[in-house]
């Protein structure tokens, strides 16, 4: 089992930039895949980006392509969420979710076992 605990989220204005991070902590690390969610009042939860176990497959959905970064440090136990260019419409609730390691071309939600507590970013016109 892990526990996940985020930080880094806050308040941005457009156009600016905020770094999630993620810091796991029970079992080893390295074990799992790790994804960042999102959601928005009244919306789905999505999933934004994630990393598979070694941090060499990388996914982001479309709407976040090109502005937000995903990375892992094993050996710290952490994995982040670089956002810029952020727009109001990233506002959100972000998770952080881990599962173990799995084929990467399947990314369900229903597979991530583990997740934290969530880290408001709220982003200003």
């Known amino acids: 089992q892990v526990q996940l605990v985020e930080s880094g989220g806050g308040l941005a204005q457009a156009g600016g930039s905020l770094r999630l991070s993620c810091a796991a902590s029970?079992?080893?690390?390295?074990?799992?895949?790790m994804g960042w969610f999102r959601q928005a009042p009244g919306k789905k939860r999505e999933l934004v980006s994630a990393?598979?176990?070694?941090?060499?497959?990388?996914y982001y959905t479309d709407s976040v392509k090109g502005r937000f970064t995903i990375s892992r440090d094993n050996t710290k136990n952490t994995v982040y969420l670089q956002m810029n260019s952020l727009k109001p419409e990233d506002t959100a609730v972000y998770y952080c979710?881990?599962?173990?390691?799995?084929?990467?071309?399947?990314?369900?939600?229903?597979?991530?076992?583990?997740w934290g507590q969530g880290t408001q970013v709220t982003v200003s016109s």
């Open positions: 029970g079992r080893t690390f390295s074990v799992y895949d």
């Open positions: 990393t598979n176990w070694s941090g060499l497959s990388t």
């Open positions: 979710a881990a599962r173990p390691r799995k084929s990467f071309n399947d990314l369900a939600t229903s597979d991530f076992a583990y």
